[in-house]
């Protein structure tokens, strides 16, 4: 028997929870510039409660051949990558009116 969500009650297979928060929220991207000089690109608002903040992370990293993080809510990304972050997360399921690039 396969196991139930917690949250919906469905299936784990049929479990929906995670692609109604992808739609709920409402990411920033932007570019900072850290220690002697090296740009990182920042990913905000992305609810670590409903969506896996480490897999997310860990997908950005393989796609953009990148070091990051994922600490306190947000995703570092080594490097600009702000349009390409953007067209990744449409890709993995998050509405592209929600993200913001500045």
């Not at 409660?49 to 990051?68: E, N």
């Not at 349009?83 to 890709?91: F, Q």
């Amino acid at each position: 028997m396969s196991e139930i969500c917690t949250i919906c009650g469905l299936p784990k297979e049929l479990c929906v929870c995670e692609n109604i928060a992808k739609e709920a929220q409402q990411i920033k991207i932007s570019a900072i510039k850290k220690k002697f000089g090296k740009k990182y690109t920042l990913i905000e608002g992305i609810d670590e409660k409903q969506i896996d903040l480490r897999d997310t992370c860990k997908k950005l990293k393989a796609k953009l051949a990148c070091g990051g993080t994922a600490k306190k809510g947000n995703i570092e990304l080594q490097g600009d990558h702000k349009h390409k972050v953007k067209e990744i997360l449409t890709n993995m399921g998050f509405p592209q009116e929600t993200i913001s690039v500045q």
